[in-house]
């Protein structure tokens, strides 16, 4: 048997996606390869393979001893660009963080991305594209999948049984497109706006006192439900009739995949970084007027709404548990016997036809 620590800070910070994908992997490496690894959190033992989930100072400091007799393989869930625009720091110390960054990346074995967009991108700071592979989220239905009684679980949550609800989860911060949710949904009152998250790095949020300013005084029709317990989620994403992204920056979005499981539709902005891996799951626009114009069909039109709905659950279908924990079975074993090139490809996720 082979053994993983599987290191991670990331409860430090509640409410973001790098907790749900930790919680996720670590639970299906539990349950789906048993019978092959062996698994430890935050272990101070010596493991086959040490996984690191966050890029706490404390992980590099202790990476020499990880690595003497096991590989260290790190998660990339942001590179320099993608925190841009979601933390304010002064300019020395957002130098000295993004130098740390890309130190920790380059200090590993091996690296998993769970978007393929950013092998480039991490090719072109210096990494060698061989040592990082691409392994999708997933979610798990267990925790995430649709309830039927709409209508009495909007009633729970005060809200109009009748009106189309729009939902946003994600944390206030410029780049998720929060003050152009609050534009639209001033724009449509016959809906009802729902947002789920909150300022999860306080006061160097991005674009903090202006979006304060604003979730203090939105809209009538809008609610900013703050921070909600993962165990509470599910029902948030069944209260919606559609998950509404408008972000300008993302990887691959833990609520995303959790929408899907609930067979909610999914109206992202055209990034491309979505192109290869949502295809065609999803429905997309490129401004406010766009975005207006979708969650008016949506409304309206039948046939297109339940075509969207089964565009979602494809979506779930094809990032099952089983197919991401091959994945997972192919990389474990060949980081173990340290292979020098290892990318299980998406080609082994069987598109739906």
Not at 72 to 90: M, R, W
Not at 104 to 133: C, H, Q, W
Not at 190 to 201: E, K, P, R
Not at 222 to 251: C, Q, T, W
Request: neutral net charge; glycine residues 6%.
């Amino acid at each position: 048997m082979l053994t993983i620590n599987m290191v991670s800070k990331a409860d430090m910070v509640q409410g973001q996606g790098v907790l749900s994908a930790h919680d996720e992997q670590v639970r299906l490496v539990r349950e789906e390869l048993s019978d092959r690894f062996i698994v430890a959190e935050n272990s101070r033992s010596t493991c086959d393979i040490t996984h690191y989930h966050t890029i706490n100072p404390e992980f590099l400091f202790g990476l020499p001893f990880a690595k003497h007799k096991g590989t260290a393989v790190g998660y990339v869930h942001f590179l320099p660009e993608t925190l841009e625009n979601s933390i304010h720091l002064p300019r020395f110390m957002k130098r000295a963080f993004y130098w740390y960054v890309l130190r920790f990346y380059k200090s590993m074995d091996y690296l998993v991305t769970v978007n393929p967009y950013f092998i480039e991108r991490l090719e072109a700071y210096g990494v060698d594209r061989r040592k990082v592979s691409y392994i999708p989220n997933f979610v798990s239905s267990e925790q995430f999948y649709p309830i039927r009684d709409k209508e009495g679980l909007r009633k729970k949550y005060q809200l109009d049984p009748e009106k189309f609800t729009v939902l946003c989860v994600g944390q206030l911060q410029k780049r998720k497109g929060v003050l152009e949710f609050l534009e639209i949904a001033r724009s449509m009152p016959q809906m009802q706006f729902l947002w789920a998250g909150d300022f999860a790095f306080g006061k160097i949020s991005d674009g903090y006192e202006e979006i304060k300013k604003a979730v203090a005084n939105p809209p009538e029709n809008v609610r900013f439900l703050g921070l909600i317990e993962r165990s509470r989620m599910n029902e948030i994403y069944n209260l919606a009739d559609v998950m509404f992204l408008p972000s300008y920056e993302e990887l691959f979005p833990m609520t995303i995949l959790e929408s899907m499981n609930c067979g909610v539709p999914i109206l992202l902005r055209d990034l491309p970084i979505y192109e290869d891996i949502l295809f065609d799951y999803y429905l997309r626009a490129d401004d406010n007027e766009g975005f207006m114009g979708c969650l008016t069909r949506l409304s309206a039109d039948r046939g297109y709404y339940q075509a969207a709905s089964e565009k979602s659950m494809e979506g779930h279908i094809f990032y099952s548990r089983e197919h991401v924990a091959k994945m997972w079975r192919c990389f474990y074993e060949a980081v173990a016997v340290k292979e020098k090139n290892i990318n299980p490809k998406l080609a082994d996720l069987p598109r739906l036809v």
